[in-house]
């Protein structure tokens, strides 16, 4: 395997785990956020000065970006919970933006705006795949409990699920918290591979790559939303040549499939058996009886 294509596919899994982390508090919790890339900062950043300043080993610095992100998510998504639709969203952006801002101004701790260099070489193929492996396990085992069947109901009717004894304001910071937890590790592993990490990497544009993604792939499919991953980057890579117009392409793809699958390539399905089952018993068109009656 070509040092390319072993690098497409750790910065594949690393946006994997990112859009993983978006995808529970947006897909399946139904909280819209633009400012996640501000926690995969945080988990830079952290692995970033714990490896490079203090001789950190890498795994411990990996999860300690991850802690780091889960409790800054704790800590807004309390206040700022009790805000729902899009003033949320709007305020995540603000959010996102204010932790790019701090850590631009951070003075010689984070190296403001220069960025950070000299980050330790420790994100290769097999930690970037291992990582992803692990975290996508414990995602869909999540997902598939009775953690995800709260984390929707809250994205189904929050009211509805509130009267049915559901704390709805428990389950939306916990899932804030674990997306947090997952977009710190993709941070810090991004810092492990590109070697040198500044906040512009950070900024709305990725946030919003992030939730593009999981629209994309579809709202509440986790299948889906690594299924989207894998297309826009491949096309990313692929266009690569004619850079000028990559970003034209990249647009109009994902115009092209909101207006023609605006549930998104998924919508709400896993890859699996029960998939095809239900997309059999959807389609397979209404019966009636004599008498006119849908049975």
């Known amino acids: 395997m070509s040092a390319y294509t072993e690098g497409i596919i750790c910065v594949l899994c690393i946006n994997a785990i990112a859009v993983m982390g978006v ?36 795994i411990p610095a990996i999860v300690a970006g991850g802690l780091l992100a889960a409790l800054i998510a704790y800590i807004i ?9 899009d003033y949320y969203a709007i305020a995540s952006i603000g959010l996102g933006e204010a ?14 705006a220069r960025g950070f260099p000299g980050i330790p070489n420790y994100t290769n ?13 414990l995602m ?6 009775r953690f995800g069947r709260a984390f ?31 977009c710190g590790v993709a941070g810090a592993l991004l810092g492990g591979f590109l070697l040198y990490i500044k906040p512009l990497m950070f900024d709305m544009m990725k946030s919003t790559e992030l939730t593009s993604v999981v629209v994309f792939g579809g709202l509440g499919s986790m299948s889906g939303t690594l299924l989207g ?26 115009v092209i499939i909101m207006v023609l699958r605006p ?13 095809f089952k239900a997309i059999k018993e959807k389609f397979k068109g209404d019966h009636y009886s004599e008498e006119g009656r849908k049975v």
């Open 263 to 275: 549930e998104g390539i998924m919508g709400q399905y896993e890859f699996g058996p029960g998939m």
């Open 229 to 254: 991953m894998v297309i826009i980057t491949l096309i990313t890579e692929v266009f690569r040549p004619i850079s000028q117009y990559r970003m034209l392409i990249y647009g109009a793809i994902l």
């Open 152 to 182: 929707k109901a809250c994205r189904d009717d929050y009211i509805a699920a509130s009267l049915l004894g559901y704390n709805t304001a428990k389950y939306r910071i916990l899932s804030l918290v674990i997306s947090g937890f997952y």
């Open 125 to 137: 193929l097999t930690v970037a795949v291992c990582s992803f492996v692990i975290m996508a396990f």
């Open 23 to 58: 995808s529970l508090v947006t897909g399946y919790t139904g909280i819209f956020s633009l400012g996640h890339a501000g926690y995969m900062a945080i988990g830079a950043y952290t692995a970033a000065i714990l490896t490079a300043r203090y001789s950190f080993y890498f």
């Open 99 to 112: 932790i790019r801002l701090i850590l631009e101004n951070g003075g010689t701790f984070t190296r403001g």
């Open 77 to 85: 998504g309390v206040p700022t919970l009790k805000l729902v639709g």
């Open 140 to 145: 869909f085992n999540l997902i598939n409990g």
